[in-house]
C-alpha cells in the first residue's frame, strides 16, 4: 500500500488531457478523490485503481495533528 494522505500531491501514470499531470488528493476512504491542479477537474476512483494508476508523491501535505 502506497503512503499517501489528504491534500498530497501526486502523479499519475498518465497526463490529463489538459497537459498538467499533478493531481491534489482531496478525498481519502474506501474511494479515492482527485483534483486536477490544472484545470480543476475532479475524479473519484477505487482505492485499487487509484494504487494502479498513481507513479508517485511530489509533495506531501503538512497536516499537522495533534
Known amino acids: 500500500m ?6 498530497d ?6 497526463p490529463h488531457p489538459c497537459g498538467t499531470n499533478r493531481w491534489q488528493i482531496i478525498r481519502v ?10 484545470c480543476g477537474h475532479i475524479v473519484m476512483m477505487t482505492r485499487h485503481n487509484f494504487d ?5 508523491v511530489l509533495e506531501r501535505a503538512d497536516n499537522e495533528e495533534d
Open 29 to 38: 476512504g474506501a474511494d479515492i478523490k482527485i483534483q486536477c491542479t490544472g
Open 9 to 14: 500531491i501526486v502523479m499519475m501514470k498518465k
Open 52 to 56: 494502479k494508476r498513481m507513479k508517485k
Open 2 to 7: 502506497a503512503d499517501y494522505k489528504l491534500n
